[in-house]
């Protein structure tokens, strides 16, 4: 059997501040009770279950506090709503849970201890998780390259750069989460996936870019009515979300400047 799971984490009032959620949960007999709102849920209109970082202590303010459970969202309490987004789909959601249940055992880690698996866990989706990631992005390259020559954008010493340039980022973000997956945990500084997600969103997102100069002005129109979109208008357009989900990148330079280069910590009320 095959289930597919969606991540309960960023909320209208905690985006990239994920410590500050507010969403409850409270024990009743052998179940918790949820209530409150995630945003951004990405497939959440698809998915089975959910990881729902979720506040379990009355009065805990931040990091502390928190549990990460595992929720079903099929069952009643549980809404969940599309936002469309520039591409006309509908990848994100609102979900909403109003006192949906989920069983006492399903935790992961410990009661309370929810902040320290879901930093675990951006930094897997961060790091070294994006090494399949990048063989996408390896195929979305070689099709740009292919259309460039198709169309005889290819002619364009420019263009020809900034394919080249395209390439050379790939290879140093694959070089980059190898050498991070091999390297003696004991030496990490904890910024390394916080590395990786700057390089690779920027990288997707110049590929979008460049994908509009190669198809130069047919890209500025749709293919149909009444918003039919192309593969690579699709791209150019969602990949302005790569540097915002999964960690802005000023919340990245952030984590990087505090963990890896001894900054001060940034004030947080």
């Known amino acids: 059997m095959t289930e597919l799971w969606c991540q309960g984490y960023s909320e209208p009032g905690a985006g990239s501040d994920l410590a500050s959620v507010a969403t409850r949960a409270e024990l009743d007999g052998d179940s918790w009770v949820i209530t409150g709102q995630k945003v951004w849920t990405s497939l959440a209109v698809e998915a089975d279950w959910c990881f729902v970082l979720a506040r379990s202590e009355p009065g805990s303010r931040r990091s502390a506090g928190l ?13 969940v709503r599309p936002i469309r987004q520039l591409t006309g789909t509908s990848e994100f959601n609102e979900v909403f849970f109003d006192g949906a249940r989920t069983e006492r055992d399903l935790v992961v880690g410990e009661v309370g201890g929810g902040w320290r698996v879901a930093r675990a866990t951006l930094g897997i ?6 090494l399949g990631q990048q063989i996408g992005f390896e195929r979305e390259l070689g099709r740009l390259v292919a259309e460039a020559k198709r169309t005889g954008a290819d002619a364009d010493p420019l263009l020809r750069d900034k394919l080249a340039r395209a390439w050379i980022g790939l290879e140093v973000m694959r070089a980059h989460a190898l050498r991070v997956l091999a390297a003696d945990p004991s030496a ?4 390394e996936p916080s590395e990786l997600k700057l390089l690779w ?14 198809l130069g002005a047919p890209s500025m129109v749709a293919r149909g009515a009444p918003y039919d979109l192309g593969d690579w208008q699709r791209l150019f357009l969602f990949s302005r979300a790569d540097t915002i989900y999964g ?9 990087i400047a505090e963990r890896a280069l001894g900054l001060p910590r940034q004030a947080r009320l």
């Open 67 to 79: 549990s990460y459970l595992l929720v079903p969202m099929r069952q009643p309490g549980v809404t």
């Open 125 to 130: 989706e961060r790091g070294v998780a994006t």
């Open 247 to 255: 960690g802005s990148d000023e919340i990245q330079r952030t984590i």
């Open 188 to 191: 990490a500084t904890g910024a």
């Open 201 to 214: 969103s920027r990288w997707h997102q110049d590929l979008g870019e460049l994908a509009m100069e190669v």
